[in-house]
């Protein structure tokens, strides 16, 4: 079977330039593996309720299948180190050749998106759209810290019909807006005491459904590295950790080698001092793909290595439907069809010492396209993005009319409250009095369970929704 484009995250040298554009190539038996990422502020989007976290280690044995026995010492056992080198002098070389594009790269970029949708179809230049493609699986995946915040993210979608799978490593400096608590960065989701937070918050920034979530604790990753026998890993930089007085010390000195659990967590979670987050992204990303390389080729053996990250590993999927997309990924992995890729992010001038990052809407979303094609906020096929602001201050007035909307596919915006509070009826506002817009309002309207007669044409001059909702007395969450 030939191998699908890999393009792999990179470390971005210089923070403040709004686009890095990272190519390499190399050859893998069956075919060519291309490397290139994107590093350079914030959309809007949504997710169903998320179910209760189950920790993937305490697992009843009776469904683990029979262990994997161990490979043969031999020239057998020296073929698969000398792949699994290979593999990772690629991923080193790759993150070693990085291109600083200037602004005519942009507009080429997006000439080819436009092209792309073209020949997509979009029912507006008479050509017939393709096929729906397979339904995706998407699951956040996330490192945290000491202090519960997600040190490194990734999307990761799946498709079990063809076994292939796609990765966007998400900035835990991104800022985003959850209802409820307001913009916060990313990777402190992770600590407002409500699980599908950092779900709702990424389905709401970038308008993919993100189905569920599995949370690694740094000794975690370590045990799960350890199950599968370590990970082959170029890494970059000699990895250091500082004590309370200052002192440093080296934990994983640089070069190519094969990590156990601990090194491989510590290499996972590492950035120095002053390089961006794309850096520690691109570490994350290495181990991550190194570890879904080496999990077992079937389900049951892949639960049994997830209970081997005991507490460590927590996620809304039970561990046998996480060990379903585990082995999905793992496939893809092996077979040069995983594509990964960084969320293109700029920096924000937040007036302080500490960097934040809005999302590049354009880039995102064709980024979003083309990786998670089947996992799509949409309703009735089309992407219809709706703000939603609270009129009467009932607390938490918001969050339930975007669990009725994202439910339905449209795509949240957090309006805040609507100023000033009054005792009117729901609004439901739409920017034209065409039928097109009328009747995307009427169906808006009766997802929120509001009258045909709250939408009203209004234009208040913005382009950010399409859809604009004031709830009233009348709303009944």
């Known amino acids: 079977m030939s191998s699908g484009k890999h393009r792999r995250p990179e470390a971005d ?21 291309t490397t290139a990422s994107v590093a350079s502020t914030p959309a809007s989007p949504s997710v169903p309720e998320q179910a209760g ?48 594009i200037a602004g005519g790269l942009v507009g080429i970029a997006l000439v080819a998106a436009g092209i792309w949708l073209l020949v997509r179809g979009d029912g507006s230049s008479g050509t017939v759209a393709a096929d729906k493609p397979p339904t995706q699986h998407t699951t956040l995946v996330q490192l945290t ?43 402190e989701t992770t600590t407002l005491g409500d699980p599908s937070a950092p779900a709702a918050a990424l389905t709401d920034v ?16 370590a045990k799960l590295v350890d199950a599968v026998g370590g990970v082959q890993a170029a890494v970059d930089v000699d990895v250091v950790t500082t004590d309370a007085q200052g002192n440093q010390t080296v934990v994983v000195r640089a070069g190519n080698q094969l990590l156990k659990g601990p090194a491989a967590a510590a290499y996972a979670g590492f950035l120095a001092d002053g390089e961006p987050e794309q850096a520690r992204l ?10 879904a390389e080496k999990l077992p080729a079937d389900k049951a053996g892949v639960t049994t290595a997830l209970t081997a990250a005991g507490a460590g590993s927590t996620s809304t999927l039970d561990p046998v439907e996480l060990a379903g997309r585990l082995t999905v990924l793992r496939s893809a992995a092996t077979k040069d069809a995983l594509v990964s890729d960084v969320l293109p992010v700029t920096e924000l001038d937040t007036g302080g010492t500490d960097i934040a990052y809005g999302l590049d809407t354009g880039q995102s979303a064709a980024m979003m ?31 339930k009319a975007r669990a009725k909307l994202v439910d339905k596919g449209y795509q949240f915006q957090n309006g805040g409250n609507a100023s000033p509070f009054n005792d009117d009826p729901s609004s439901v506002q739409v920017s034209d009095g065409t039928e097109k817009s009328l009747a995307r309002g009427r169906e808006v309207a009766a997802v929120l369970g509001l009258p045909a007669s709250s939408v009203v044409p209004v234009d208040r001059g913005q382009t950010v929704a399409d859809v604009i909702v004031i709830l009233g007395k009348d709303f009944k969450p």
Do not use: C, K, M
């Open 13 to 33: 040298p210089l923070p403040d330039v709004d686009i890095a554009e990272r190519l390499a190539a190399g050859q893998s038996g069956s075919g060519a593996r």
């Open 53 to 100: 976290r189950h920790e993937t280690g305490p697992l009843p044995p009776a469904d683990a299948g029979p262990a994997t026995a161990a490979a043969a010492p031999g020239p057998t056992v020296i073929a698969r180190q000398s792949r699994a080198e290979q593999r990772s002098a690629r991923r080193h070389a790759a993150r070693q050749r990085i291109f600083v």
């Open 145 to 187: 810290g000491a202090d519960g915040t997600a040190s490194a993210s990734a999307l990761v979608g799946t498709t079990a019909a063809d076994h292939t799978a796609a990765a966007v490593l998400v900035p835990s400096r991104l800022i985003v807006d959850v209802a409820g608590s307001g913009d916060v960065p990313f990777g």
């Open 206 to 221: 970038l308008g993919v459904r993100v189905e569920d979530t599995w949370t690694l604790s740094p000794d975690g990753l």
């Open 282 to 291: 691109a570490r994350f990303d290495e181990v991550l793909t190194g570890l």
């Open 369 to 399: 396209r083309t990786h998670f094609p089947g996992a799509l906020q949409q309703a009735n096929g089309e992407t219809v993005r709706v703000l939603v602001e609270n009129g009467v201050g009932t607390p938490g007035l918001t969050e």
